[in-house]
């Protein structure tokens, strides 16, 4: 697939950032969870793969797979993936883009419980054009409004999970990033809670691709501190991560795992050029 050059969709990523209905229904909808055994898991792996090498004549696989296919306001060349209405087992929300797209792929598997992952992984998918994306569409724990929750970073039998292998099969130089947030009053050692950003690979030995990313992002966010887990900060470093176990299991070192301190992602919702500096990284990294 074909790289194109950034999208710069203002009015689209402005509509994201205030909250979109269309993307984020509410999780009191949700009905319960779905999950995939070993064959769904591969069939759903190649649909997703054909999708994001091009194949559009696949979009007629989704429906054994739970999702439909709609368009992405904003985004005339991305189709959206998700249940329809009135079928809601917390499959996942997805976006693909057909022709031309960066090797790129931008996640926020907690999105509601992390503010802001969900709003930022659109507006940056619009804002980059990036290749793919993809949100939860149940809440990471049980609420009084939906009793249906479901840890998609911890998950392996999910299509999440499926949506991450078939990108890394469609992309396999690409870059798999996973959105989260934390809060710095909660972090146990001074590096970390000062930090704006801490960044791994899920694993002990970062790449020095992750570590390219992360000199990036020091630079452009300086004097914000952006840390590298476990060099900078034995805190956040996403060892149990199930995509990026599955990931690394295909051969695939492309997952980065990023954790936005809440301030920072505060500012990033409210600052598009402020934004623009993670996508201009995120896209360089991915290249």
Not at 214 to 230: K, R
Request: glycine share 10%; charged share 20%.
């Amino acid at each position: 697939m074909s790289r194109a050059k950034p999208i710069l969709a203002g009015g689209a990523a402005a509509a994201i950032l205030a909250g979109a209905a269309y993307l984020f229904p509410p999780f009191g909808e949700v009905q319960g969870t779905a999950f995939a055994d070993n064959a769904e898991l591969a069939r759903a792996q190649s649909t997703f793969a054909a999708l994001l090498g091009g194949d559009t004549y696949r979009l007629s696989d989704l429906a054994e797979l739970g999702l439909e296919a709609s368009a992405v306001p904003g985004a005339p060349d991305a189709v959206l993936l998700s249940e329809g209405a009135g079928d809601c087992q917390a499959r996942g929300i997805y976006w693909v883009r057909e022709g031309a797209a960066q090797p790129l792929a931008i996640t926020a598997p907690h999105r509601g419980s992390d503010r802001h992952t969900g709003s930022l992984a659109s507006a940056l998918f619009l804002e980059t054009g990036a290749q793919a994306a993809a949100w939860n569409s149940a809440p990471r724990r049980k609420t009084s409004g939906c009793e249906h929750a479901l840890d998609l970073a911890r998950t392996k039998d999910h299509l999440f999970s499926a949506f991450a292998l078939g990108f890394a099969e469609a992309a396999p130089n690409g870059l798999n990033v996973q959105l989260h947030g934390f809060d710095g009053e909660r972090r146990d050692s001074i590096a970390a809670q000062s930090a704006g950003m801490i960044l791994s690979n899920g694993t002990e030995e970062p790449s020095e691709r992750l570590l390219d990313l992360a000199d990036c992002l020091s630079i452009a966010f300086a004097p914000v501190p952006v840390l590298v887990y476990p060099g900078d900060t034995g805190e956040l470093g996403a060892l149990s991560n199930a995509q990026g176990q599955l990931l690394r299991e295909a051969g695939f070192d492309g997952f980065v795992h990023i954790e936005i301190s809440a301030g920072l992602r505060a500012a990033m919702v409210e600052d598009g050029a402020l934004r623009a500096k993670l996508a201009a990284c995120l896209v360089e990294a991915a290249a």
